[in-house]
């Protein structure tokens, strides 16, 4: 299995316009994360869907922010207006089922907001 | 309100030393931890774990303990090796069991040859 894919890999946009991140997950996972890193506040889950419904998007920053699953193969984060404290690295994971609790994470994608 | 933290932002041993990462929570209803281990430029990885009706998990070099009245585990690896050299998650699952996970700031290991 090819694991969890995300693109791009690298970002670098200006304030003000639209970032949209990508992510694919594991085939047959039911379950999907997405997750931003930063110093400060280390990994903070944003948002995740079970069987493409969000579930939870409590950890969404503000409205700037969306996130949709139109299937199970893809998801896509969307930032706009995109702002410099978004600068982070954000991370796609998938699982499948409740119970067990290993998530497989993709390699991220580093954003530079300027 | 971080449930699971990790106070130490960084630490350095010696090649073929004890490395002990620390994790304290605060929520009593957690029953199982898990530690991430990542690489720069890579996402974080699953390296081991612990339910709590435990107090020790081995898996190689790899050793997690859990105290739960102190509310803290630590993870060992014995001995260390340059390999090691990464940042460390702990994490627990949040107590509603909906599979999310928290996880505290992260800890990054340097292993000096």
């Known amino acids: 299995d090819a694991g969890v894919i995300q693109s791009p890999r690298h970002e670098v946009t200006e304030m003000g316009q639209e970032v949209t991140l990508r992510c694919k997950p594991i085939?047959?996972?039911?379950?999907l994360f997405w997750y931003r890193q930063t110093m400060m506040r280390g990994l903070e889950l944003l948002i995740y869907?079970?069987?493409?419904?969000?579930?939870?998007d409590s950890g969404m920053p503000e409205d700037r922010f969306s996130a949709k699953m139109p299937n199970a193969s893809f998801s896509t984060l969307k930032i706009q207006p995109s702002e410099p404290r978004d600068s982070a690295v954000y991370f796609c994971?998938?699982?499948?089922?409740?119970?067990?609790?290993?998530?497989?994470f993709g390699p991220g994608t580093r954003l530079l907001v300027l | 309100d971080q449930q699971v933290k990790q106070n130490s932002p960084s630490l350095s041993v010696q090649e073929g030393r004890i490395s002990i990462l620390n994790c304290d929570y605060t929520?009593?209803?957690?029953?199982?931890f898990l530690w991430y281990k990542k690489y720069p430029a890579e996402g974080p990885t699953f390296l081991i774990s612990i339910s709590s009706i435990k107090d020790k998990n081995e898996d190689g070099r790899f050793t997690v303990f859990l105290n739960k009245s102190a509310k803290h585990l630590s993870l060992h690896i014995v001995p260390s090796q340059p390999g090691d050299s990464a940042v460390y998650f702990c994490?627990?699952?949040?107590?509603?069991?909906?599979?999310?996970?928290?996880f505290g700031q992260g800890t990054t290991l340097q292993v000096k040859p």
């Open positions: 869907f079970n069987n493409n419904v969000p579930i939870d």
């Open positions: 929520n009593s209803m957690f029953d199982y």
């Open positions: 085939s047959g996972h039911d379950y």
């Open positions: 994971a998938s699982r499948v089922g409740a119970g067990g609790e290993t998530q497989y």
């Open positions: 994490a627990a699952p949040s107590a509603s069991n909906t599979g999310k996970l928290i």
